[in-house]
């Protein structure tokens, strides 16, 4: 987190905004769109400025009786799509301008997958890992509380994110609902399937990483089952791409999580590191028997075909990208790559899927469990998974198309299809009043 500083680099705005290196690193990646597009001064204003953004105090009662307040942030960075849409993030060293960052991919990122959402963030500040149940129950439940003036089916829809499950959706859900008096499952997505969560919504980011990395391997002749992968990050998202590409044919070799990595250069099972995870009660897969102890430094630095960075920013930074010997990196995570490191990727020859394409997977299926909240239907598995694969192999053509036409990588590509089509929004419904 960097300090606050009034923003240097970018637009002039009315509003100062405070920098960090994520919310530099978004900026930047927007900018570089916005040239591309010829975008004038006040348009670029409108797209780098939160509409939005609501900081809230979230007072706890404690198992001992001790009162604690945290603090808590939802972002609305741009509605001119649709609805604000993001997940929700617990964890102790969180921002408000990382949270604003965030929010500004989730925006690049509902357009680039087509979903009629604008982009969100929201989180607190706090180490779940330091709570009960209970007390995550209460932070969940008052969270929920305080946002509910800006939060609702029409207007802002959260869903999971780092640290955060269908459990603190359920919540979520249920406090929304008493409020109202009736029970509204469109108000977040996530949710469990008993309460309306939609078929595939679990797997489905690390689904939709594992579409673009075919995609990916097509494009170079490259076959799935030739291919070894290290994957930074053994969370939701982590773990599922390591099981998805594993059925993929592809050969995963090592995995890390917050306490460091496990390797094995003839596969690791996705499945037999998910049961002993659940048996070591549920800590780090250090321990993993079947596989060599290394740090997430030496993960990056694996002589692999595919990195999936897929826990949290700034993985692969200027300090560390030349250790980088990957040849495709497919970022499960959101802003995983600072802009430094981008550009000695791309110099390097790397082929980048980035994040507002790559990790798409999930806001698409919350998009589907939207629909059928909204609707009271319900999806079939192979119903969602087939309009997911649509969708994400659609998204992949098109930022590719446009990387080869314009003579960019996939992330200039895929901000100037993103960016662009937010531009479109508003350039279609102009401007109140
Ligand atoms: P998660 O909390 O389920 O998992 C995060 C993983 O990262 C854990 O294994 C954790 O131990 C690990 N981790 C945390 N800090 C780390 C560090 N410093 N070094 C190495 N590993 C570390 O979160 P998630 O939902 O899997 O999200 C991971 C990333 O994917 C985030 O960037 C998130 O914004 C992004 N993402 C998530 C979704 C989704 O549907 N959950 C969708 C799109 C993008």
């Known amino acids: 987190m960097g300090a606050e ?41 409108l797209l780098t400025t939160p509409r939005r953004e609501l900081t809230v105090a ?36 969180v921002s408000l301008e990382e949270v604003r960052a965030l929010a500004m991919w989730m925006t690049w990122k509902c357009a680039v997958v087509g979903v009629p959402f604008g982009g969100a963030k929201g989180a607190v500040v706090v180490d779940p890992g330091e709570l009960s149940r209970w007390e995550l129950e209460r932070l969940t439940r008052r969270f929920a509380a305080e946002l509910l003036p800006i939060i609702g089916p029409k207007k802002d829809i959260p869903a999971p994110d780092v640290n955060t499950d269908e459990q603190v959706m359920a919540w979520f859900m249920d406090t929304f609902s008493v409020n109202q008096g009736y029970w509204v499952p469109e108000i977040v997505t996530g949710k469990p399937l ?32 030739e291919m070894s992968i290290a994957i930074q990050g053994f969370g939701k998202v982590g773990a599922g791409v390591a099981s998805a590409l594993q059925q993929a044919g592809c050969t995963v070799v090592a995995v890390s999580d917050v306490g460091g990595g496990t390797y ?8 037999a590191l998910l049961q002993h995870r659940l048996e070591a009660g549920g800590g780090s897969i250090v321990s993993y028997p079947a596989g060599q102890r290394i740090s997430n430094e030496e993960l990056l630095a694996l002589d692999v075909d595919v990195l999936v960075p897929a826990a949290l920013e700034n993985a692969i930074r200027a300090d560390n990208v030349d250790a980088v010997k990957a040849r495709i990196i497919v970022e499960g995570a959101n802003g995983p790559t600072t802009p430094a490191a981008d550009q000695v990727l791309d110099e390097r020859g790397c082929l980048v899927v980035p994040d507002i394409l790559a990790n798409a997977g999930g806001v698409t299926v919350s998009y589907f469990e939207w629909v059928q909240a909204l609707q009271s239907s319900l999806w079939t598995e192979d119903d969602v998974s087939g309009r997911l694969r649509v969708i994400m192999e659609r998204a992949y053509e098109e930022v590719a198309t446009m990387a080869k036409e314009r003579q960019l990588s996939l992330r200039q590509a895929a901000h100037l299809i993103g960016v662009g089509r937010v531009a479109e929004a508003y350039a279609n419904r102009g401007l109140f009043p």
């Open 264 to 271: 094995n250069g003839n596969g690791l099972d996705a499945q």
């Open 194 to 225: 008993s309460i309306g969560g939609s078929r595939g919504r679990s797997g489905a980011t690390s689904v939709g990483v594992m579409h673009v990395l075919l995609m990916a391997l097509e494009s170079k002749g490259l076959e799935p089952t």
């Open 5 to 45: 500083a009034t923003r240097a680099a970018g637009p002039t705005t009315t509003i100062p905004i405070p920098t960090t290196s994520t919310w530099d690193a978004a900026l930047s990646q927007f900018h570089g769109a916005a040239d591309l597009l010829g975008l004038d001064q006040g348009m670029r204003d």
């Open 58 to 93: 979230v007072p706890v009662r404690r198992d001992d009786g001790r009162l604690e307040v945290f603090t808590g942030h939802r972002v609305h960075h741009n509605l001119a799509r649709g609805p604000a849409k993001g997940g929700i993030r617990y964890h102790p060293r």
